[in-house]
């Protein structure tokens, strides 16, 4: 006997779809929409349903946005000779949050992964070097992760890079802010090691 009706079932097999999101909380999420007022429902649908017509890539950084250029392409108030490359949308996000950078962005949509059949031609990297030679371009800023897709990704932009007239630097990693450097892990330790900066 079905004890969840098949509306809701389905809604929950939809969730759990979600990166992150497991049946359990797919349930969880599934009721609280069941219990809420049926417009703030129908409003969640319709911004769902909204949301692949408002929002498209901005062709130049190939970040989610409902103009293009985007808010940050169209700044007058970014440095427009550099460009900061990440892997994702929420990768920008969380730089933007600290304030300390104000050039522009490139984002790749993803890295390499040969294994999983993913090369350069399906990422943004053909894009990000004719943006290199279309713009003004002095410093490419290579911003992905330290795991091991993100740091190949990396080397492989620093070799095709090397040929172009620009300077090409690499976020550094390390220590992270209040942690013991007695708990580091050694692959940490020895890149914090390695990007040392000399005091100013």
Known sequence: MQVVPPALERLIQDLSRLPGIGKKTASRLALHIMRSPAGE??????????????????SSCFVFSE????????????????VCVVEGPD??????????????????????????????????????????????????????SSTVPGEATASYLFRILHAEQVKVTRLA????????????????????????????
């Open 173 to 200: 990693c390390g220590i992270p802010m209040g942690m013991d450097i007695k708990y580091a892990d050694e692959v940490t330790l020895a890149r914090a090691i390695e990007t040392r900066q000399e005091s100013k």
């Open 41 to 58: 429902a129908r409003a969640l649908a319709a911004d769902l349903a909204e949301l692949h017509a408002a929002v498209k890539l901005c």
């Open 67 to 82: 103009t293009d250029p985007c808010r940050i392409c169209s700044d007058p108030g970014r440095n427009k000779e550099v």
């Open 91 to 144: 990768d920008l996000l969380a730089i933007e949050k600290t304030g300390a950078y104000q050039g522009l962005y490139h984002i790749l949509h993803g890295v390499l992964a040969p294994m999983d059949g993913i090369g350069p031609e399906e990422i943004k990297i053909n894009e990000l070097v004719n943006r290199i030679r279309r713009q003004k371009i002095a410093e490419v800023l290579i911003a992905t």
